[in-house]
C-alpha cells in the first residue's frame, strides 16, 4: 500500500522530535497482534511520508480479545505479561487507539492500519519483537537533524510522532513517556534502532 522510504521518512521523523541522538529511551516493549482500527472523526495535519501499513499478521499467532487484560499494565507490568496477554491486548486496545491516530494525521495513507506497520516482520512471523530491524532506521547526522527540524522535510512527521505517537503508546504500555533529564521512560529506541 504505502512504499518502503515513506516508512524511513517516518521512522526517521519520530528520534529527532524526541530530542536527537540522547533522547530515545532503550529498551525492548513485546507488542502484540491487533485488528484494524475505526477511523476516528477528529482531523490532524496531513504528512508526505509515512510507514507501510500492509499485510495482514498471521492470524493463528492472535488469541481472542476476551483474553485481553482489563486495563494497562502498570509502570514495568508490560514484561510480566504473557505472549498471549499482550497477543489479546494489542489486539483489543493498542491498534485501535494507535490506528486511530494515524488515521487521524493522514486518513488516505493510514485507511486501514494493520499490525505490520509498527511490526514489519514480526507480524508476519507472529514474535513481534521491538526494536524492529526491519522498521527504518533513524539518522542520528547531522543532516538527518536538520531534516526533522523546523522546515525540514521530515518535520511535521517528526511533530505527530513526537506529540501524539510517543506518548499515548506511552501510555497504553503504562510505562511514562522518555524524559531527556532522566534519559528513562518509552522512546522512539523502543519501535527503531539507528542507521550506522
Not at 495482514?56 to 510480566?80: K, N, R, Y
Not at 526491519?134 to 522535510?153: I, N, T
Request: net charge positive; proline share 10%; aromatic share 8%.
Amino acid at each position: 500500500m504505502l512504499q518502503r522510504f515513506a516508512g524511513r521518512i517516518l521512522a526517521v521523523s519520530v528520534i529527532v522530535a524526541a530530542g536527537f541522538a540522547g533522547a530515545c529511551g532503550g529498551g525492548e516493549p513485546q507488542a502484540t497482534q491487533p485488528s484494524n482500527p475505526a477511523p476516528s472523526a477528529s482531523a490532524a495535519p496531513s504528512a508526505s511520508a509515512a510507514p507501510e501499513a500492509s499485510a495482514a499478521p498471521v492470524a493463528s499467532a492472535a488469541p481472542s480479545a476476551s483474553a485481553a487484560p482489563s486495563g494497562p499494565p502498570g509502570p514495568g507490568e508490560w514484561d510480566t505479561w504473557s505472549h498471549d496477554q499482550k497477543l489479546a491486548y494489542m489486539k483489543s486496545t493498542v491498534l485501535p487507539k494507535m490506528g486511530a491516530l494515524f488515521h487521524d494525521y493522514d486518513p488516505k495513507k493510514y485507511a486501514e492500519t494493520k499490525c505490520v506497520l509498527c511490526h514489519r516482520s514480526g507480524a508476519k512471523d507472529g514474535g513481534f519483537k521491538m526494536p524492529d530491524p526491519d522498521l527504518p532506521k533513524l539518522d542520528f547526522s547531522e543532516a538527518g537533524k536538520k531534516e526533522m527540524q523546523g522546515q525540514g522535510k521530515f518535520a511535521k512527521v517528526a511533530e505527530f510522532m513526537h506529540k501524539q505517537v510517543v506518548p499515548t503508546q506511552a501510555q497504553l504500555l503504562g510505562e511514562p513517556a522518555f524524559d531527556m533529564k532522566t534519559k528513562t521512560g518509552f522512546g522512539c529506541m523502543q519501535c527503531h534502532t539507528v542507521k550506522k
